[in-house]
């Protein structure tokens, strides 16, 4: 099976794969970038108003950050309360470097603006409020139909239904000979930054810009929005061909039109335009020309274009990465095939015969709950949200006394196979049959996120192949992970684990270096300031608040408590080794690695925020710095790594996955096997292993469908990769650990007040999770869920026991 998928790899890669990394970019020089960026500094720190402003939104919108913020912060203090250009660069301001309490500050001025009927700039604030896509905050009623035409853009960022109403308002008026061609070409101009078009507007849209006969204000802003906003599957259409070429001509002998037309290469052109856009950002005007400032405002748009261009340049994996990539996948098979002819008994398949080396146990349990959704993530949280949530591995000393000397001992003490025979010996089947159901969810969940972050985050990001494919790509990555699992069982699995350990933290290592060896040194990248956007280090502990130290510290804590005393996937774990000692032995080498990845993973953060930092030509088109930063690390690979070794960092992104895969697998299977077909479904002679190891290959098969179905909505879930991981993995971890808490530690817990006990953590996770109940954050999803789990399920047991 994996040679199929490596066979299908090979097919396609001369498709996606033809051209060398070092010239992957295109045609865009290193002196006609330097040159491009020239052109809008010099702007900046210029004597021009509004200019300034185009050229600083430029700048900004392309990541190019230093200076702006310096800049309007001197141009507010001295233009602060002159009328319009106040609005510009306020603009600016809400914009640039800082974090989101200092755009606050800036936003605000533009609203007090805005709700005061008597400011003569009040249409000007009305534009600001949408090209910041941020609501006004209250209706405005006017007879004025620019200021109309503005306010229902704004309004566009209130809700979703209200952003369906004002694009359908915008369409109105943009048909509505009624209205005066400046609404209209507002309206069109508008709906070309919303750009969220349906294709039956985009169809009159077009029809509507071919239907002008003369060149106007109106028609240029029309042709324009129907280029910007053409379905992919219309690019190629007749009727775009006639849009392309009257919009190249209607800037002939107008320098406004000249700009759109810009504007929109910027949007939507390629390679073939960039001769036209150097020529326009090599013009050099005349202080006393009289239309001097149009030609500035055409040159740094020209520019802003140019940049745009290169980033849209797909880069490629040459064969050599995916030759490396192809005998990684050999290898994972040949250990599942070894240890298929080593397994003689049931115990051996499920457990390793309970014989299982200590230090291999704590790699493989690390490498399961280290995905490549942490090995992602943590480098997005750390460019986006700073160091503040490494700070959680204080805890790591708690949890390994805790852990080691109150878990794992009662846990041992049950000789048993599933974790869930457990409840059913304590609290009876109801709460094991909860119990498996929260694990089921849980591991469901889990393994959908991996197969989303994979997929969808990692293998787009390098793979630039058409996203309609995702299925086929996660069905085969799926089924490759379930034949070497069921093949060799949790020998396997383990083996397998660890070199997929030794690979993927070698990848980080490797990125590290690269970027250390661009740099100059280590010393050169690691940052000397505290990033303006990134909140200041607050101690102490907050519901409310992202980032303090204390906040990450309980959350750490609260996970890996919750999951060494009632996940399968570790329990499994500490089961399979010989004894007590073993089993915390295996915990202690866990945390160590996950101290050492945790590192490595924060420094790999570091590294990919100062690369980046410092070549924003290889940040991908259409979005900020931060809006990508859980995808910079696959970028990363792409264009800053040598070839091979893209292959044998991509490798790792495949080992986290399937490492994690194939745990959840072995797991899920495991509990279905022996907690609902053995327990419900018995049959009258013993079942040979042979059955057993077929009845678990089936059962996993399954379980890849149902998971490769759940990873489609996984998504839709709002927040970046680490809120994602949280929201949807972590909904069922505290719930199930109220009922292994109640059943080993709390000697009058009984039956009814448990399973109500789980069901409340359930509902109180979920509220916090997905409607932020009390405003309290993701990072407390544990803590309150388990709490108010254990409080309603030792109340009812304790009214139970005087009734």
Not at 90 to 103: E, P, T
Not at 461 to 477: A, F
Not at 605 to 619: E, I, P, T, V, W
Not at 715 to 737: C, E, M, R, Y
């Amino acid at each position: 099976m994996r040679n199929l998928l490596y066979g299908f790899i090979f097919l396609v890669s001369p498709l996606i794969s033809c051209s060398d990394q070092t010239n992957s970019k295109g045609e865009v020089s290193t002196k006609l970038r330097e040159h491009a960026i020239e052109q809008l500094q010099s702007v900046l720190y210029s004597d021009l108003k509004w200019e300034k402003i185009h050229a600083a939104e430029y700048l900004l919108a392309l990541d190019y950050q230093i200076g702006v913020d310096s800049v309007f912060k001197k141009e507010e203090l001295k233009f602060g309360n002159e009328p319009y250009y106040r609005i510009g660069i306020w603009r600016v301001l809400a914009q640039s470097g800082g974090n989101d309490d200092f755009k606050k500050v800036w936003i605000d001025k533009i609203r007090a603006v805005y709700q005061d009927s008597l400011s003569q700039d009040r249409i000007h604030a009305a534009e600001a409020l949408a090209k910041l896509e941020k609501s006004p905050n209250i209706e405005v009623q006017t007879n004025d139909e620019i200021l109309h035409v503005f306010n229902t853009w704004a309004y566009a960022y209130s809700s979703e239904s209200r952003k369906k109403q004002s694009i359908a308002d915008l369409m109105e008026i943009l048909k509505g000979e009624e209205y005066s061609d400046r609404a209209r070409k507002l309206a069109a101009y508008a709906l070309r930054k919303v750009k969220v078009i349906s294709a039956s507007d985009w169809d009159q849209i077009t029809d509507l810009a071919l239907s002008q006969t003369e060149i106007s204000d109106f028609q240029v802003y029309l042709t324009s929005l129907s280029w910007i906003t053409t379905p992919k599957d219309s690019l190629s259409v007749p009727r775009m061909e006639k849009i392309k070429n009257r919009m190249s001509k209607v800037g002939e002998d107008n320098l406004i039109y000249q700009r759109e037309y810009a504007y929109t290469l910027g949007e939507k052109g390629n390679n073939l335009d960039l001769d036209l856009l150097e020529r326009m950002a090599n013009l050099n005007p005349d202080k006393d020309n009289p239309s001097y400032n149009q030609l500035i405002d055409l040159k740094v748009t020209a520019a802003y274009a140019l940049l745009r261009i290169e980033r849209r340049v797909e880069a490629k994996l040459s064969w050599i990465d995916w030759l490396v990539i192809s005998l990684y996948g050999a290898l994972m098979l040949g250990i599942g095939y070894f240890y298929s002819k080593v397994n003689k008994t049931k115990e051996d398949y499920l457990l390793g015969g309970r014989k299982m080396n200590s230090v291999s146990i704590g790699i493989s349990l690390f490498a399961t709950l280290l995905s490549t959704v942490s090995y992602l993530s943590y480098p997005g949280e750390m460019i986006k949200y700073g160091p503040v949530i490494f700070a959680g591995m204080l805890g790591f000393p708690i949890v390994y006394f805790v852990a080691g000397w109150w878990l794992i001992p009662r846990i041992m003490a049950m000789k048993v196979t599933s974790a869930y025979e457990i409840l059913e010996l304590k609290l009876g089947l109801s709460i094991r049959m909860l119990a498996i159901f929260m694990f089921l969810s849980l591991r469901f969940l889990w393994m959908a996120t991996i197969i989303y972050v994979t997929i969808d985050v990692t293998f787009l990001t390098v793979v630039p192949i058409d996203p309609s494919y995702v299925p086929l790509v996660s069905i085969l990555l799926m089924l490759i992970t379930i034949v070497y699992t069921s093949m060799g069982g949790l020998k396997a699995v383990v083996v397998t684990d660890v070199v997929q350990t030794v690979v993927f933290l070698g990848g980080a290592f490797l990125s590290i270096l690269i970027v250390s060896m661009h740099f100059g040194s280590v010393s050169s990248w690691f940052p000397t300031e505290w990033p303006a956007y990134w909140k200041p280090i607050q101690f102490g502990f907050d519901t409310q608040e992202r980032t303090t130290i204390g906040n990450a510290v309980v959350m750490l804590f609260a996970w890996y408590i919750c999951t060494t005393g009632s996940d399968q996937m570790a329990i499994q774990r500490y089961l399979s080794t010989r004894d007590i000692k073993a089993a915390r032995k295996s915990l202690k080498v866990s945390l160590y690695t996950n101290l050492l990845a945790k590192c490595l993973l924060g420094l790999l953060g570091l590294a990919m925020f100062a690369f980046f930092s410092k070549n924003q030509h290889f940040l991908a088109d259409g979005q900020s710095f931060s809006e990508q930063s859980d995808t910079l690390f696959p970028r990363f690979i792409l264009l800053g790594l040598p070839v091979g070794i893209s292959g044998l960092v991509i490798a790792g992104l495949l080992a986290a996955a399937m490492s994690s895969l194939s745990s959840g697998l072995n797991s899920v299977s495991t509990v279905i096997s022996e907690d609902i077909f053995n327990r419900f479904f018995k049959r009258k002679k013993e079942v040979s292993f042979k059955s057993s190891l077929q009845q678990i290959k089936i059962l996993s098969y399954l379980t890849g469908l149902i998971v490769i179905g759940l990873s489609f909505f996984v998504g839709s879930v709002q927040g970046n990769l680490f809120d994602i991981v949280i929201k949807v993995t972590h909904l069922f971890v505290a719930p199930l650990f109220v009922l292994f808490f109640m059943a080993l530690f709390v000697p009058f817990a009984t039956e009814k007040g448990t399973f109500l006990g789980g069901i409340v953590a359930i509902i109180v996770a979920v509220g916090i999770s997905f409607y932020g109940v009390m405003g309290i954050t993701v990072l407390w999803v544990l803590p309150f869920s388990f709490f108010a789990g254990a409080l309603v399920a030792c109340t009812i047991s304790l009214i139970n026991k005087k009734e």
